[in-house]
């Protein structure tokens, strides 16, 4: 049995021309100029004195809070197949790449929460957790995208995970920890969120970090290879696919989207079922799993079923399952999630081969 530590004193941020191989050019430019915009407002307030003056009445409990914030930048989190709210911060133990982990249904992950508020995509939502156990465990996973693998193979290799070589893209992301489960799964993965520099930044080093970490696991080879192709892409809902087709080398449209507590405000519903037409394949798998939050209306939120009726899709709903809130206080609906699956047609009806 083999030992490895990741590193989790460094929380610093990674520089950009470390994360530069997880964006495109386009991307990698933007930021660029966002992180020297940053740099030239922070120049501007030491210049000022700024800085000495809000440290006068900076009190020594703001303090604190915000060294135990920079020194806990760097989160992890486990699927696990009996807790449905996984296990955190794993990372502050030793971990092993021994031959029980090549066959757990148990996924480690490394994320990064942006700063950025936009979104609410500064909290790991019970959505994100709940339909990352489902990828990670091989035998759940291949019941939720059955009707993709039944189109897609004949026959199954249950030696493998159903994920591994799929093309995956996930909206509205936040940390990405659905996205970084499936990259440790061996899935080709785009991650995007909203225009955000900081948040697409964040989400670069979550591929980084994973990356790395894989490499320290000594991890397939497969899933190696398809793990360096992962990549961060800004997306807006509704707009223009195509940096988010062109961030895989086939332009290809994808196998698996998942879009985690999405659609919590009716009047985005249409443009993200808009976004999930243009980008999933014609066999492809959309889940959209979601908790009822009471910024609306129960019945408005649960219109994304009727919406995607109407859109062509066939529409699905899963089993839910409660987890615990994010946040203490929420209620326990807030916790309990919904899924909803996307099809484009019913094609699970057919029968799997298994070997």
Same mark, same amino acid.
Do not use: C
């Given at each position: 049995m083999v030992t490895y530590h990741t590193d989790t004193k460094d929380h610093a941020p990674i520089q950009l021309s470390t994360l530069s191989k997880w964006v495109s050019p386009s991307v990698l430019a933007w930021l660029q100029a966002a992180e020297a915009t940053k740099i030239a407002r922070q120049a501007e307030i030491d210049e000022d004195d700024l800085t000495y003056t809000a440290a006068l009445f900076q009190s020594e409990a703001d303090k604190q809070e915000e060294l135990e914030l920079q020194q806990n930048r760097v989160q992890s989190w486990k699927t696990s197949v009996d807790n449905p709210d996984g296990e955190f911060n794993w990372l502050d133990n030793e971990h092993t790449n021994d031959a029980a982990d090549e066959n757990s249904c148990e996924v480690r992950v490394i994320y990064i929460i942006s700063d950025s508020t936009e979104g609410h995509g500064n909290t790991l939502w019970p959505s994100s957790r709940h339909v990352s156990n489902l990828l990670a465990n091989k035998h759940s996973c291949s019941d939720v995208l059955s009707? @993709? #693998? &039944?189109? =897609?193979?004949?026959?199954?290799?249950?030696?493998?995970?159903?994920?591994? /070589?799929?093309?995956? +893209?996930? $909206?509205?992301?936040?940390?990405?920890v659905p996205s970084w489960t499936a990259m440790r799964c061996g899935a080709r993965v785009v991650c995007t969120d909203q225009a955000v520099p900081d948040r697409i930044r964040c989400i670069a080093e979550c591929a980084e970090r994973n990356n790395k970490d894989l490499e320290l696991l000594q991890s397939d080879g497969d899933i190696l290879k398809n793990a360096s192709l992962a990549r961060a892409c800004p997306y807006n809902w509704g707009e223009c696919i195509d940096e988010v087709t062109s961030s895989l080398d086939n332009n290809e449209k994808f196998d698996v989207v998942v879009a985690a507590d999405c659609c919590y405000m009716p @009047? #985005? &519903?249409? =443009?993200?079922?808009?976004?999930?037409?243009?980008?999933?394949?014609?066999? /492809?798998?959309?889940? +959209?799993? $979601?908790?009822?939050?009471?910024?609306?209306?129960?019945?408005?939120?649960?219109?994304?079923?009727?919406r995607a009726k109407q859109m062509g899709f066939v529409v699905e709903v899963l089993e839910p399952m409660q987890l615990t809130p994010s946040v203490i206080g929420m209620a326990?609906?807030?916790?309990?999630?919904?899924?909803?699956?996307?099809?484009r047609q019913l094609s699970h009806k057919n029968q799997l081969v298994v070997e």
């Open positions: 009707p @993709l #693998l &039944q189109q =897609k193979k004949k026959v199954i290799d249950t030696t493998k995970h159903p994920l591994l /070589g799929l093309s995956f +893209v996930e $909206f509205g992301a936040g940390a990405g @009047l #985005l &519903q249409t =443009k993200l079922l808009q976004s999930i037409d243009m980008l999933m394949s014609q066999e /492809g798998v959309a889940l +959209v799993p $979601f908790a009822l939050h009471g910024n609306a209306s129960d019945e408005d939120v649960w219109k994304i079923v009727d326990d609906k807030q916790g309990l999630v919904q899924t909803v699956r996307l099809t």
